[in-house]
């Protein structure tokens, strides 16, 4: 683990990126108090929504951690023309009424 200050860092900071690159950890320093650590990829704390469990499977390459659902990965689909809108709750409805 390197420390490095705030200074030496801003000069430096291709060096200090091309560090932690390589796995290595680099902690931030602005006056002597830790203001900011660096990690290479993966190495972090996580997304607190995702139980530490997985997180420990996704760091050791056991699990690949899915995308956060959004519209821009799952868009919606189009509807037909003429299909009118139906609750989920009429959708099984139908789908139960017919077997």
Known sequence: MQTVGVREL???LSEYLRRVRLGERVLVTDRGEVVAEFLPPG??????????????????GLLTLGAPA??????????KQGERRRSVAQLLDEERGSR
């Open 43 to 60: 190495q972090g704390p996580g997304d607190p929504s995702v139980p530490a469990g997985l997180q420990s499977l996704n760091k050791r």
């Open 70 to 79: 959004g519209t821009d990965l799952y868009p919606a689909l189009p509807r």
């Open 10 to 12: 801003k000069n430096k």
